[in-house]
């Protein structure tokens, strides 16, 4: 009689602990990316200008307009690449390092950094700031400054 109370609680017991087990291993959950909400093609549209200084004096104004398709991965542990350029994801917060510009459009060299960050949400918007030095083919050159706003949507 003593062997089959001592079976009888053994069962329970090892019956006990293998449920607790197997509701443990149903209550895990699984950790997502939060940036994967993000990868694929978006919209883009970029607005603003670039102002064109010689001699302390504004001499011109480029617009910024700009739209297309901008294709958006994972690079790294905790970073998007968006067009090209690295951003890194802090929250709903996105930085980048200073990115150099070198451009020579219709006799016109501009040499530049651009400053961006942004922010996450249904629509991207990434904001930029850009210095730098122009010089065109008649001698004449200066520095330039401008903002841009690029506004990605699906």
Not at 14 to 31: E, H, P, R
Not at 54 to 77: M, R, W
């Amino acid at each position: 009689m003593k062997k089959i109370k001592f079976l009888t609680l053994f069962l329970v017991g090892v019956s006990f602990f293998s449920l607790q087990s197997c509701s443990k291993d149903d209550d895990a959950q699984v950790v997502q990316d939060a940036r994967d909400q993000y990868v694929g093609t978006w919209n883009s549209i970029t607005t603003g200008n670039l102002t064109l200084f010689q001699n302390g004096q504004s001499v011109g104004t480029v617009p910024l307009n700009d739209s297309g398709p901008v294709t958006i991965s994972k690079s790294g542990s905790n970073s998007l690449l968006i067009d090209g350029k690295i951003y890194i994801v802090n929250g709903n917060n996105l930085t980048s390092n200073p990115t150099p510009i070198t451009d020579n459009t219709s006799g016109v060299v501009i040499i530049a950094t651009e400053n961006s960050n942004g922010t996450l949400g249904s629509n991207i918007i990434l904001n930029s700031t850009i210095t730098g030095t122009w010089n065109n083919t008649n001698g004449a050159s200066g520095n330039l400054s401008g903002n841009g706003v690029q506004t990605l949507t699906r």
